[in-house]
């Protein structure tokens, strides 16, 4: 099983609905957990950290579940600017590589 | 605000020739990382450093080096450039102290073909 793993897409969802992803992570031992975006060759920026049980920023709410090793990204109320894809990082404190990154999901939101 | 600055953005090389990509942040971290992104793929980790003085491979590292003399300063060398070294290279840094684990803050890129 890969450390991370994420369901590549593409979503295709149209504008205002609502769309959840699912990262999974093999690793008990993880710590901390962010969400990056990635826009189509640009640099990945940070969404959202999340230390505890979960997060929420405006329309984005991350929510961790430790008992069965996956966090989900939530985005109500999706805008066009939406569409990029979206990394699941995995701290593992200890570990050789201390973050490790799913290959992304990728959104795309339709008029 | 700088953040992590790399430089050059865009570069082409012909086979064989060596060039070294910078990278240098002024956030005071002391973790710094190099990645590379094939197109339509994710990350994967070249090398890293946990402060001055101290590198080490991550997933992908043969036919690179580092050297992190300052905190602020995590070039990468590339040797004998191969086309299979074509790609986008990321830099990023990220402060690690006390409990809390901060994320990474990314460069832009640097955009590399070998032809």
């Not at chain 1, 959840?20 to 690793?27: D, E």
């Not at chain 1, 995995?90 to 590589?97: P, Q, Y």
Request: hydrophobic share 30%; with cysteine.
């Amino acid at each position: 099983r890969k450390e991370v793993e994420q369901d590549p897409g593409p979503f295709n969802v149209p504008e205002g609905a609502t769309v959840a992803f699912n990262c999974t992570y093999s690793n008990s031992a993880s710590q901390s957990f962010f969400w990056y975006r990635q826009d189509c060759r640009k640099e990945p920026k940070l969404l959202m950290s999340v230390y505890s049980s979960g997060n929420e920023d405006g329309r984005f709410t991350a929510q961790l579940n430790r008992a069965s090793q996956y966090i989900s990204l939530l985005i109500r109320d999706s805008k066009l600017s939406d569409s990029a894809t979206y990394l699941c990082v995995v701290l593992i404190r200890g570990g050789n590589t201390p973050l490790v990154f799913g290959k992304g999901t990728r959104l795309s939101v339709i008029a | 605000n700088a953040g992590v600055t790399q430089t050059p953005k865009f570069r082409i090389l012909k086979i064989g020739q060596s060039m070294t990509l910078q990278c240098t942040q002024d956030m005071n971290h002391n973790y710094m990382y190099w990645y590379r992104q094939d197109p339509g793929m994710g990350l994967k980790l070249i090398y890293y450093s946990v402060g001055a003085g101290i590198t080490d491979k991550g997933e992908v590292p043969n036919g690179y080096n580092v050297s992190r003399s300052t905190t602020e300063d995590f070039p990468l060398r590339l040797e004998l450039a191969a086309p299979s070294q074509t790609s986008v290279y990321f830099c990023a840094s990220r402060r690690v102290s006390g409990a809390l684990d901060q994320p990474q803050h990314f460069g832009d890129g640097t955009r590399l073909s070998i032809l």
